[in-house]
């Protein structure tokens, strides 16, 4: 499945725009020095109604010599990565007003990333769900999209951690609903999330609950396009939204009548690559890197995400249960 980046484009930032109480005036709010944002995380997190944040705290991360030097020699050489970044809402990846600037919390860490490793990166914007299968067939060299960890998707595809999020839900204020602790609490229910995301395969994977407890069985809901997820909810096509934790916690702070319900299963987080790829160590000390430069702490105080830190980062860890 492929869809017309510009179109892509459009589509979600006005859909998006239409159901914020601010609109999403997506009004800029750094000044472009990193010691803007600094330990307190001075720009306006994510959760800020009607802000995305634009400070600069990429610009002054400097080479690390050591962490080049895990590179293979032909990528050293080349001097460039393509890498594939997915779309949606803040924190992970979004668009500013411009409708062509792609900034969020994904992009700042692939950006610091390439800078500890004297690389430039060739940034395509690309669906969530055809990213994955893009790396093994060599499209891109890595992939951004808040991919989450799974055992299940560590067999194909190989993962440098740099945050941890995980699955969520949020319903209408009205909601009936209260913290969702087994999936058997949805059903009878209409269920929104992104297509070929893990909340995807969960759901469908623990569906049968319904039947075997009696009871009629969850529908689910699956978008693309994260403005019509929220339009569902909004006006009751759907009754709940899976999604991640940190997307969900933006998006609720940005519309009127919703609220987040409650974190149900914690994630790692990486960049994504093709199976046996030679780029993991490289990335994984860039990150651990950026840790002891604090440009990480920036980052995640740059998105309102400071609870998503990790203590370093790894390669291919096992899915947290």
């Known amino acids: 499945m492929s869809r017309s980046p510009s179109l892509s484009r459009s589509r979600n930032y006005a859909a998006f725009a239409l159901i914020t109480a601010a609109a999403l005036g997506l009004t800029a709010c750094g000044s472009g020095d990193p010691a803007d944002v600094g330990a307190a995380g001075n720009a306006a997190p994510a959760g800020q109604r009607g802000k995305i944040p634009t400070a600069d705290v990429v610009s002054a991360v400097h080479k690390d010599e050591a962490a ?68 093994d067939s060599g499209k891109y060299d890595l992939g951004t999209g808040n991919f989450g960890v799974t055992d299940e998707r560590r067999r194909t595809i190989d993962f ?21 602790t087994d999936l058997a609490q949805l059903c009878g229910l209409n269920v929104a999330t992104g297509a070929g995301t893990t909340f995807e395969a969960t759901l469908e994977k623990n569906r049968a609950k319904c039947g075997a407890a009696g009871k009629k069985p969850y529908e689910v809901q699956t978008y693309s396009d994260q403005g019509a997820l929220w339009i569902s909810l909004q006006q009751g096509r759907s009754d709940v939204v899976m999604s991640t934790i940190n997307g969900l916690r933006y998006a609720v702070g940005q519309q009127e009548g919703l609220k987040f319900l409650n974190e149900f299963h914690r994630l790692d987080v990486g960049f994504a690559f093709k199976k046996g790829t030679p780029l993991a160590p490289a990335f994984q000390a ?10 990480y702490d920036r980052i995640l105080a740059k998105w309102g995400t400071t609870g998503s830190g990790i203590e370093r980062s790894e390669i291919s860890p096992p899915e947290h249960k």
């Open 286 to 295: 860039a990150v651990n890197d950026l840790k002891k430069d604090g440009t």
């Open 68 to 135: 080049a030097a895990l590179l293979p020699e032909s990528v050293r050489k080349a001097g460039t990565l393509t890498i594939a970044t997915s779309v949606g809402t803040p924190p992970g990846a979004t668009y500013l007003e411009d409708g062509k600037t792609v900034a969020g919390q994904d992009v700042d860490f692939a950006d610091a990333v390439a800078k500890v490793l004297g690389l430039k990166l060739k940034r395509e914007v690309a669906s969530f769900e055809v990213i994955l299968p893009a790396l």
């Open 160 to 180: 440098v951690t740099y945050i941890n999020d995980g699955q969520g839900f949020a319903v209408r204020k009205d909601s009936k609903l209260t913290d969702v």
